[in-house]
């Protein structure tokens, strides 16, 4: 007889992703409110201003509010009804939303294109390998568990971390990397962080994701500044299996409300879930007056040449793979 021992780890990924497959049954579409918000960084020198002690300045900031629509089996749709970014960028460019299609807790996240099978695919117990953390002790709670996930296969998998309520058996949070199968341009490292919560004592959904991606980007093969991006949303009230208006999905994934950009200050005080820190504060100041400096101008267009391709990557960070056979009829690819 061949005894085969199996790591803890493996034992409570196999538990939480049966729950996972039976809980998500239940859920037949969802709605809620989400707060997305980009920030750009880059050298001093690149940025051709400094606004504190450190070597990085911050050249653009998106910020959005955004109703979100989800049904089964995977239609998203996010109209934006808030909106301000940094006076460097036109208003009709602010439309990065990062919904809950951008999600660890699905079988797959999508990065432009590249579908990751995530550590809660069906699958996951074949092409990872789960190691139970036993130096982890949580002091204030003894039912999380510290989950250790590492590829196995060739696949476009994560390496990372996660944490587990082995109480409800599901994830309290995730620290993510793709692994050298996935490729992100320009040569970015990408970090994925995401927490989660229990809705109605049920529904497990997101609650609060960050991405943190690190680019070294060559212009004119002479110099290469590095970009720090940062995305980061919050989502809160959901709504679940409630009637939905299903003409919302046969419109392009992110729409714009009439008075967008009519800001409202009262709702984003009672609703801004990330507040900036004091330095994403004080680069709105320092970008408008940058904007208004002429000697500012080699800067910007240098940042123009960079920024081009980033927003591009950006646009295509959170989408599913196109399939041209389902555009609508006055749609091209560039509408996308």
């Not at 196999?14 to 989400?34: F, G, M, S, V, W």
């Not at 009262?266 to 000697?295: C, G, H, M, T």
């Amino acid at each position: 007889i061949i005894v085969i021992a199996e790591d803890p780890g493996m034992r409570l990924m196999r538990q939480a992703i049966t729950k996972k497959i039976n809980d998500n049954q239940l859920i037949e579409n969802y709605t809620y409110l989400l707060y997305t918000k980009f920030v750009a960084s880059t050298d001093t020198l690149t940025a051709g201003r400094r606004d504190d002690d450190t070597d990085t300045t911050i050249v653009s900031i998106f910020e959005s509010f955004s109703r979100g629509y989800f049904e089964k089996p995977n239609k998203y749709f996010n109209e934006i009804i808030q909106r301000r970014q940094s006076a460097n960028i036109p208003p009709q460019a602010n439309l990065v939303t990062f919904g809950t299609n951008v999600n660890a807790y699905d079988d797959y996240v999508t990065i432009l294109s590249n579908e990751i099978y995530t550590p809660f695919h069906p699958k996951a117990v074949d092409l990872y390998d789960f190691i139970l953390d036993k130096n982890y002790k949580n002091y204030d709670n003894t039912s999380v568990a510290r989950i250790l996930a590492t590829p196995n296969s060739k696949e476009k998998l994560f390496t990372g971390i996660i944490y587990l309520d082995t109480l409800n058996m599901v994830p309290i949070s995730v620290e993510l990397y793709p692994n050298s199968s996935v490729q992100l341009p320009f040569g970015a490292v990408l970090k994925y962080e995401q927490t989660f919560k229990i809705e109605e004592g049920k529904y497990v959904v997101p609650e609060h994701l960050k991405i943190v991606a690190n680019i070294d980007a060559d212009i004119f093969w002479i110099i290469s500044p590095r970009i720090d991006l940062k995305i980061e949303n919050y989502v809160r009230d959901y709504k679940f299996n409630s009637k939905i208006d299903r003409k919302v999905f046969n419109k392009r994934r992110v729409e714009v409300s009439k008075n967008v950009d009519n800001f409202d200050t009262l709702f984003w005080n009672n609703n801004l879930f990330v507040p900036l820190n004091e330095k994403e504060n004080n680069a709105y100041l320092s970008i408008y007056k940058a904007q208004q400096n002429p000697d500012s101008a080699y800067g910007t267009t240098l940042l123009d040449e960079i920024f081009g391709p980033i927003n591009r990557f950006l646009a295509t960070l959170n989408r599913k793979p196109v399939s041209y056979t389902h555009l609508r009829a006055h749609e091209t690819p560039e509408h996308l």
